[in-house]
């Protein structure tokens, strides 16, 4: 596939160039570095769900599932196993995806609300497992990774920088497995299905297939995220890493708010949403308990209100890829040979 | 496939909504190169009987044979694979995709992306669209609408195309044009069943008509059998006016006759 450089992949590879030399230029242990490297996360995540949510237009309020699925099973192969997390977070991305592909049995036949609320009973029924299986789990004590120093085998380091750029990383990957999927034939079959998913079947596009493939590969992404996510912050129970609101909806807010099924409305929406909120929290959660909460909650209603198609809609449309015209035709192709 | 196997064959197909018959039991055959229109009145089940044989709607009884295999029960997509799709009625594009997008998206059913574009380029060209290919389907007229949705199933690259109601909107000459196609489509081995309600367009293009109504076949036959059906005029003016029409007696329902026999 020829990718052309459109001004749209300049600024994201600037981005990029920008955001690995972060690190340098603010308090390597500092507070700003740690929400620069869970801005990027959230960014990493909200892509993950970008590829159902964004490109399919199945909004799954239950990514927490996964994104729990892939923390519990890198921890727990570590502690309980040995096993490094380099190797679980691989195991727990397999498990989510398997777990995606039995999901979507029963689901891919409900529509809107109705697909929301299967998935989002999904990561509920998730959460109540693993509160109440403590004998894997830990129950609601949670899991915490022990402090082992530098070990980059086993995925531990001193500085926050290291995390940072491996979540930088993690984020160059998800945001490339999303431009390849976006840009070749899937791409093409996810749209048809999101904008109109009986004509798509009747154009030949096996739809349960292609939704299948996306959820698939968007919950070993999330999973991947999840592991990352707990090797990063050292500790996790159940009910964060679960969270309908912490986890489910943010990711899927992200995503919208900074423009559904593109590629860098994620990343623009955790730039923005991530911080805002932690402003939000350093100055008014001693006012009153939950004004930061409401604050965050009416600047995201105004957001969606203002522009329900993300902050990418200000983009230039002309310097969005299309698809581009074939060469003319020779002569008078034959059409009608059909699958002989 | 043999040559004496009719490449469509619908056998007794059935579609029930509730208590409602909404297709009754319809059995015909298409041979391959035909081009056959199928008319009948608002609601006489046109459409069901379209979505039953492309798989969008679960057939209640009976079956359909495509070359001879059976593709009732199969999924559309594996209906269009087996070479038969329809048009919508209601232009169903894809909306935030270009005109060549839209084509692109079928023509993958048979190529990989990079031919799947020569292709839909290709079939753009040939309905006279090409110069539209990179436009939003949200900013075409209705007639082009109808033509790319057209076009988009001529790139699954069917053996058999139902069409419904792609001339609606179109000026004579635009239809003129349209039909011209489709009579070149055919003769490259092409086999259609039309829905369409200029009985102008349908008495010039079919070679072969069936009448429906109450979700059942009424009448076959050539344009001109048809036309002069007592059955069918009575199905298109109501109980009595197939009487009434032929004694010449006024019925108030002129403009349907005119539209029945233009």
């Not at chain 1, 620069?36 to 959230?42: D, H, R, T």
């Not at chain 1, 299967?118 to 129950?139: K, Y």
């Not at chain 2, 619908?10 to 018959?21: D, R």
Request: hydrophobic share 55%; proline share 4%.
């Amino acid at each position: 596939m020829r990718a052309k450089l459109t001004p749209g992949l300049v600024l994201l590879l600037l981005f990029f160039v920008a955001a690995a030399l972060l690190p340098f230029y603010v308090d390597p242990r500092g507070h700003v570095l740690r929400i620069a490297a869970m801005a990027l996360l959230f960014a990493a995540l909200a892509q993950s769900w970008n590829i159902v949510g964004g490109l399919a237009n199945q909004v799954s309020l239950g990514h927490a599932a996964f994104f729990g699925i892939g923390a519990y099973t890198s921890s727990l192969l570590y502690l309980r196993l040995g096993i490094s997390p380099w190797l679980g977070l691989v195991a727990g991305a397999a498990l989510a995806g398997l777990a995606a592909a039995l999901l979507s049995l029963p689901t891919f036949r409900l529509k809107g609300h109705y697909f929301a609320l299967a998935t989002l009973a999904f990561a509920e029924v998730m959460r109540v497992i693993a509160n109440s299986w403590a004998s894997l789990t830990g129950g609601p004590v949670g899991v915490s990774i022990p402090f082992v120093g530098s070990q980059p085998l086993n995925f531990a380091f001193r500085a926050v920088s290291s995390y940072y750029w491996i979540i930088l990383g993690l984020l160059a990957l998800v945001c490339l497995v999303f431009g390849l999927l976006a840009r070749g034939a899937i791409g093409y079959r996810l749209r048809a299905v999101r904008e109109n998913e009986a004509a798509a079947e009747v154009a030949g596009v096996d739809t349960f297939r292609v939704k299948l493939t996306a959820s698939v590969i968007s919950a070993a992404l999330t999973a991947v995220c999840g592991s990352v996510f707990a090797q990063f912050t050292f500790f996790f129970d159940p009910d964060s890493i679960f969270s309908l609101a912490g986890v489910s909806v943010r990711m899927a807010m992200i995503a919208i708010v900074g423009g559904l099924g593109t590629l860098a409305g994620p990343i623009i929406g955790a730039l923005f949403l991530i911080p805002l909120e932690e402003t939000a929290n350093a100055f008014l959660s001693s006012k009153a308990a939950g004004l930061s909460q409401l604050v965050f909650g009416a600047i995201l209603i105004a957001a969606i209100l203002i522009q329900p198609r993300g902050i990418m809609a200000y983009w230039p449309k002309r310097w969005s890829r299309r698809a581009p015209s074939p060469a003319a035709p020779r002569a008078e192709p034959a059409l009608a040979k059909g699958g002989q | 496939m043999n040559a004496h196997t009719p490449v469509l064959e619908a056998q007794a197909i059935a579609v029930t909504f509730g208590g409602l018959k909404a297709v009754d039991g319809i059995s015909f055959t298409l041979k391959a190169g035909e081009i056959v229109g199928l008319i009948g009145p608002n609601g006489a089940g046109k459409t069901t009987l379209f979505n039953a044989l492309v798989g969008l709607q679960r057939l209640t009884s009976g079956q359909v044979l495509l070359g001879g295999d059976k593709v009732s029960g199969l999924k559309p997509h594996r209906v269009a694979g087996k070479g038969m799709t329809k048009t919508f009625q209601n232009a169903a594009l894809f909306p935030d995709m270009s005109v060549l997008e839209n084509v692109l998206t079928a023509a993958l059913l048979r190529h990989d992306l990079a031919s799947a574009r020569e292709r839909a380029g290709a079939v753009l060209h040939r309905l006279g669209l090409g110069a539209i290919a990179q436009t939003d389907v949200a900013d075409l007229t209705f007639p082009q609408k109808a033509l790319v949705e057209m076009a988009r199933a001529l790139a699954t690259e069917p053996k058999v195309l139902l069409l419904d109601e792609v001339m609606a909107a179109l000026t004579p000459s635009e239809m003129d044009e349209v039909m011209a196609v489709i009579r070149s489509l055919r003769d490259e081995g092409l086999t259609f069943l039309v829905v369409e309600h200029h009985m102008r367009a349908i008495m010039a293009l079919c070679d072969r008509l069936l009448v429906v109504n109450f979700g059942r076949l009424i009448a076959q036959g050539t344009p001109a059998e048809v036309a002069n059906d007592p059955v069918v005029i009575e199905a298109y003016l109501g109980q009595g006016a197939a009487h009434g029409a032929a004694t010449g007696a006024a019925t108030g329902s002129t403009t349907v006759a005119g539209g029945a026999h233009a």
